[in-house]
């Protein structure tokens, strides 16, 4: 057995909130506590000086897309165009430089953009002559596609959503994607993952929850990316529905997913007029959005993922089909039983819209919420995006984490890279500084989301993962940060807080002014997978 003892740093850790000091024994942490007690207690370990460095436990993303992540990052990166015009700059320039390649982009929000216009296929075969163009919104539910690439696309004219010469949503879109996808070489694939991951080791995201799907990446992709060689561990999830017992084992041999959940789509998106909501959009006043399932067919794949012992998901962002959820949810768990279904661990990504009654529903039954809170930062408050397109008061009800976790909703938080930047330190201050008073949570609350509640929301429920106690897999992140601190609502709780008899160790600020953590190694289950 070969020990490491690192020294002269700060642990956090709830075992030993004032710990100086980490003893790891072959992948597993073994020791924490005072640096003279650790070389006392392993004085043949090979020492590592931390130098005043921060050491926690890696952060764990609930949701991503990493391939799709990769190409923003070695293609056409479309976020924070400021214009239709500058949007339009960038794919010309990506044309110029990349002349034989697909031009896969990424990221434009017209939201953002003084007059609120979308790219049309007429701008794109302006932009880029002849070539096959493939744009995502930010939110990744409706694309514009160039002329080359929609003639190319058999039956696309005659799918729901389509736009003759607009952005495509619903069926379309998902139609125009694999298109685009499948113009994709296996090499561009490879490099777009591995610098996906990469990136993610570097913001020190040791493990991600890869959502993928027929209408998202496709198998082949999928596939892929579960044997790619990194030291970044990735968890699938495959979101296709399953009616039976028999066919959810099934689907689940057929692509070595993890789960069957993910973006298995409930509805669509707020940014895309997508969500399927309970009152119609107030800028668009003749549509409550599209429901890709209802009530019966969620409940179908619930009891067919629990009689097979299968965690089971779905995307659900609009307040009808986060009911709608709830409401499936319940009649399985009144045909099966509760305990049965909350043994499972369920999962509900994004669940913007989520009521008091729903999350009391899904805290009975154990369901866990897969959330963002950038999303938030990015789009909510009276005067944003969800302000747009539901109202001021429909807008400052989304995102209701502490009222969520009040319930009992078990809380796991992710980036849903590419839509939003992968920042774990940005992720817990948005969820910190909640746009509406009342629903950010505490940045203990928000961590532990980050790290055991991701784990959690993994299948991982050892009590062990995503802490730095005895026991617990050697998964951590060495930091360069400043002071830390314990945040609390009144001086008498932050006395409390800051003694370490109260088992609560401290954080770096999440103040909006202050400096984020600089992670300079990341470690999995004692390997390395990221060194500055």
């Known amino acids: 057995m070969t020990t490491r003892l690192l020294v002269n740093g700060r642990i956090y850790s709830s075992f030993a909130p004032d710990a100086t000091s980490l003893a790891i024994t072959d992948g597993t942490v073994v020791w924490v506590g005072d640096e003279r007690a650790g070389r006392a207690l392993h004085p043949g370990a090979e020492i590592e000086d931390l130098d005043g460095a921060f050491v926690t436990p890696g952060f764990v993303d609930t949701h991503v897309h990493i391939t799709a992540l990769g190409l923003s990052i070695v293609g056409l990166d479309l976020v924070g165009a400021q214009s239709l015009d500058e949007c339009l700059l960038r794919v010309t320039a990506f044309a110029d430089a990349n002349p034989d390649a697909v031009i896969w982009g990424h ?62 949503t619903f069926e379309a879109h998902h139609l125009a994607r694999a298109a685009a996808r499948n113009l994709l070489t296996a090499d561009q694939r490879a490099a777009a993952r591995t610098a996906a991951l990469d990136l993610c080791a570097s913001r020190g995201i040791i493990a991600v929850h890869e959502c993928g799907g027929p209408d998202i990446s496709g198998l082949t992709d999928f596939q892929e990316l579960l044997a790619h060689d990194h030291g970044v561990e990735v968890r699938g999830y495959w979101g296709e529905h399953v009616s039976t017992a028999e066919d959810a ?33 107030a800028d668009q006043p003749d549509s409550t959005g599209n429901a890709y399932l209802g009530v019966d067919a969620i409940a179908a794949h619930v009891r067919a993922c629990t009689l097979a012992g299968i965690q089971a998901g779905f995307h659900a962002i609009g307040d009808a089909a986060v009911s709608a959820a709830a409401t499936a949810f319940q009649q399985v768990a009144d045909e099966l039983g509760g305990p049965k279904v909350a043994a499972l661990g369920h999962r509900l990504e994004h669940a913007e819209m989520m009521s008091v009654a729903d999350a009391e529903t899904f805290a009975a039954l154990g369901v866990i919420a897969s959330v963002q809170p950038v999303f938030d930062e990015l789009w909510g408050g009276t005067d944003g995006l969800y302000a747009t397109r539901l109202g001021g008061e429909r807008a400052v009800a989304l995102n209701p984490f502490a009222p969520a976790a009040s319930k009992g909703v078990s809380l796991a938080f992710s980036s849903d890279a590419p839509v939003t930047p992968v920042e774990p330190w940005a992720m817990l201050r948005a969820a910190v500084d909640h746009r509406t008073d009342g629903s950010g949570i505490s940045p203990r609350a928000a961590f532990s989301a980050a790290t055991r509640g991701a784990w959690r929301a993994g299948g991982v429920r050892d009590g062990a993962a995503g802490t730095l106690n005895p026991g617990a897999p050697a998964s951590y992140v060495i930091w360069e940060a400043g002071d830390l601190e314990v945040s609390a609502p009144a001086d008498s709780v932050q006395r409390w807080s800051t003694d370490p008899r109260s088992r609560v160790p401290a954080l770096p600020s999440l103040d909006a002014d202050a400096q984020a953590p600089v992670c300079v190694r990341s470690v999995h289950r004692g390997r390395v997978v990221y060194e500055r």
């Open 107 to 168: 990221g434009w929000d017209d939201t953002e953009w003084a007059d609120q216009t979308a790219p049309s296929t007429a701008d794109l075969d302006a932009a880029a002559p002849g070539r096959k163009v493939y744009l995502s919104r930010i939110d990744v539910h409706s694309a514009v596609c160039s002329s080359t690439l929609r003639d190319g696309i058999d039956g696309l004219a005659n799918e729901a959503g389509y736009s003759a010469d607009g952005p495509l």
């Open 249 to 281: 084992r099934a689907l689940l041999d057929k692509t070595g997913a993890h789960g069957l959940g993910g973006d298995l789509f409930i509805d669509g998106s707020l940014g895309s007029h997508t969500a399927w909501l309970a009152e119609p959009y």
